[in-house]
């Protein structure tokens, strides 16, 4: 959870620079590469009540509108409760030249879970959501990794009030709802 913290703050932390700064790019989708189509921002498929659901706290609030992190190439949207960033939901989106392989799928999955205090992450079965998915949670953290075409998309949730299997239902059905957009 530490990580997803300071995943959550190094995000924050980037939105607060461009707009502090305004640099040009930022707030805004990553840019085409002419391979794959524009991508939906993550805000238009996440909303507060979908995370203060998922999460099991009404007091998320949107920390990152469609932030694009320098780093990692994702455009990010993430609702957390400012007082307790454990429970936080997140969509971040990711446009990749071609098509997405099984290899970069592992390595996103991999980044994704990297420095959680609690090792190791279980695979869970992710049937039907995107062109490849990986599915994975730990307590108090799940989270789904797919592909869409030329997308890599990354579904997560941190909770301290629910379930592996709620927020692995819960990653799972918003999952499903940003691969119906892509």
């Known amino acids: 959870m530490r990580i997803a913290r300071a995943r959550t703050r190094r995000i924050v932390i980037a939105y607060l620079l461009c ?25 238009t498929l996440l909303t507060r009540p979908i995370a203060a659901q998922i999460s099991g706290d009404a007091r998320v609030t949107n920390q990152a509108t469609n932030v694009a992190e320098m780093e990692s190439g994702y455009v990010a949207c993430i609702y957390a409760d400012a ?18 392989t099984p290899a970069a799928l592992q390595a996103a999955a991999a980044f994704f879970s990297a420095g959680e205090p609690v090792q190791p992450f279980q695979s869970f079965p992710v049937v039907g959501i995107g062109d ?28 301290t009030s629910r379930s592996a299997s709620s927020l692995q239902a819960g990653v799972e059905t918003l999952a499903r709802r940003v691969a119906a957009a892509i």
């Open 19 to 43: 707009i502090l700064a305004a640099v040009p790019a930022c707030g805004s989708s990553a840019p085409s590469n002419g391979q794959s189509p524009a991508q939906p921002e993550p805000c």
């Open 83 to 100: 007082t307790n960033e454990a429970n936080s939901v997140a969509v971040q989106i990711k446009s990749a030249p071609g098509r997405v």
């Open 132 to 159: 490849e998915a990986i599915g994975a949670s730990t307590p108090g953290v799940a989270f789904i990794v797919f592909s869409r075409g030329g997308a890599l998309v990354f579904v997560g949730a941190d909770s």
